[in-house]
Structure formats: structure tokens, C-alpha cells
């Protein structure tokens, strides 16, 4: 993490010195998932989101009075707790808690419109997985071996494709002294899991649906001024 802010303020200083307009962005984030293809018998799920963060450098490149065009790199940490409940797809009456954190090299490209200090903005990301582990425990009972508990303790990169692409809607605010403040969402049109059917022996219990990533961004900017 060290080494990328690092190399993020080292780029931003670099592009500030070739008179660009760049700036930071960084802030919070809530992932969710969209569920979809359902198989018969699949587990009940609950996706609790927690708070995450991200932290990105962007480059701000004017094609109009009005209209710009915005390229962003983001390193993004997105999280959740996720309970499953089972006795077909898994384990008859199978209990899963854990805790799933994905970390994510985004790289949106939006076009934005200014609408005096406010600004709409919108276009196509794509993220590379680059980390992130799914931990907790599952329980239930099994024919011949009765009662049981295991360790969830697994790569994400095992569990998950590492290529996501979609969309992202934003909306922001200029603020003085370089500041804003900006919220903005993102649909995943990839499906996630590499597989929902039940796969025996996974330590990431199988969902029985197609998973598709949203998540939604608050951020604070900083953008030097154009010279």
C-alpha cells in the first residue's frame, strides 16, 4: 500500500510538472452483488456490506468548454460478510459465515460534463483482481460423518475471475482550492464466480447463482490547477 501511494503522488507530481491537469482521488466504497440464473434447491444468501476504500490518480484532459474526458487507475479494497444456508447444493443443513475482501486495479475512462461547479459524468471501467481472501467457517451435518465445522480460508484469485468489466454513473461537485467531493457507481457486466454449482471440498461454499459486482464510491478529489 505504502508503495502505491508512493507511486501515485511520484505520478501525480510528474504530470503536474508537464502542465497536465491531474488530481487524487480517494474514499469509501460498499460492494454488493447481484444475483441472477438461480439454480433449483440453491442456498439461501445474505450479503452484509462493509465499508472499504479506494484511492486513485486521475488525469483530467478537456475537449470542450463543457465536455472532458476522465482516465483513472484505482486501487480499490471492496468487502462484505456473506451467510449461506443450505441443504441441497452443499451440505444437508450446511451453515456458512465469512467474510470475503476483494482488492481490484480499476481503470475507468468516463466522459464528464461540467454543469457550472456540479459535473455528470460516465463511461466503461475495467478491473483487474489483483487480491483478496475469503474468511470464516461453515458447519452443518453430513450422512456417515455427522457433525462438522471447517475452516473457509481461500484465495480470492481461486474463487473469482481475475477480469471484471462494466459501467460507471457519477455525479460531483467542484469545490475551491482544487477540492470536490464525488459519488459514483459501478455495474459489473462480467459474471464474477468463476462456477455456482456445487463443486465438493471448495473452502468458499458456492452460491447456486450467477454473481455480477456493484459497488458504490464516495470519494474526496484533489485536482491541480490547469495552467
Not at 32 to 37: E, G
Request: aromatic letters at 10%.
Amino acid at each position: 500500500m505504502k508503495q502505491l501511494l508512493f507511486w501515485l503522488s511520484s505520478g501525480l507530481l510528474l504530470t503536474g510538472a508537464a502542465h497536465a491537469q491531474a488530481g487524487l482521488r480517494a474514499g469509501g466504497n460498499l460492494l454488493s452483488f447481484r444475483m441472477s440464473n438461480q439454480l433449483p434447491g440453491a442456498p439461501s444468501v445474505k450479503h452484509r456490506t462493509q465499508l472499504g476504500y479506494q484511492v486513485g490518480l486521475y488525469y483530467q484532459a478537456a475537449l470542450s468548454k463543457r465536455f472532458s474526458v476522465v482516465p483513472e487507475v484505482q486501487f480499490s479494497r471492496e468487502q462484505q460478510r456473506v451467510t449461506l444456508d443450505s441443504n441441497v447444493l452443499i451440505d444437508a443443513n450446511s451453515y456458512s459465515d465469512y467474510r470475503l475482501s476483494l482488492s481490484y486495479l480499476n481503470v475507468p475512462v468516463l466522459l464528464r460534463v461540467a454543469l457550472g461547479p456540479a459535473y455528470l459524468e460516465a463511461g466503461p471501467q475495467v478491473s483487474w483482481l489483483v487480491g483478496g481472501r475469503g474468511t470464516g467457517d461453515t458447519s452443518g451435518y453430513t450422512w456417515g460423518t455427522g457433525t462438522y465445522v471447517r475452516a473457509i480460508d481461500q484465495a480470492a484469485i481461486d474463487r473469482y475471475h481475475r477480469f471484471d468489466a462494466g459501467f460507471c454513473l457519477g455525479v460531483g461537485v467542484r469545490l475551491p482550492a482544487g477540492l470536490g467531493v464525488s459519488l459514483r457507481a459501478y455495474q459489473g457486466l462480467r459474471q464474477l464466480n468463476t462456477d455456482y454449482t456445487n463443486s465438493p471440498g471448495t473452502p468458499i461454499p458456492y452460491s447456486g447463482s450467477k454473481e455480477y459486482c456493484q459497488t458504490l464510491q464516495a470519494s474526496l478529489t484533489y485536482q491541480l490547477a490547469a495552467r
